[in-house]
């Protein structure tokens, strides 16, 4: 059974940094891609970052330069880095990945608060 487990996310001040990580089990990912997706409050999930088999990295734009995504092929995990923190980056953060293949999305966490205050 594939589980991905996320820790990290809590509350942070407006500037501030936070690191979410997410470790899979049941599955190596190296074969595949990691990301992240969130979901603000009435608004729909979606696409923060992913980082696919070869380490190549996609972000949406509002977090360019902000957040890094990386993997640790072995332990199985991938962890975004969230730095320079704004009020809008409130979320319920989701990791996702695809074992198989770069371009769809296949198991996801359980999810984690990250709440930033102005």
């Known amino acids: 059974q594939v589980q991905l487990v996320q820790s990290g996310g809590g509350l942070v001040q407006a500037g501030g940094s936070l690191r979410l990580s997410c470790a899979a089990s049941?599955?190596?990912?190296?074969?595949?891609?990691m990301g992240w997706f969130r979901q603000a409050p009435g608004k729909e999930r979606e696409f923060v970052a992913d980082i696919r088999r070869n380490f190549g990295t996609r972000y949406t734009d509002s977090v360019k330069g902000r957040f890094t995504i990386s993997r640790d092929n072995a332990k199985n995990t991938v962890y975004l880095q969230m730095n320079s923190l704004k009020p809008e980056d409130t979320a319920v953060y989701y990791c996702?990945?695809?074992?198989?293949?770069?371009?769809?999305?296949?198991?996801w966490g359980q999810g984690t608060q990250v709440t930033v205050s102005s």
């Open positions: 996702s990945g695809n074992p198989d293949n770069d371009y769809t999305w296949a198991y």
């Open positions: 049941g599955r190596t990912f190296s074969a595949g891609h």
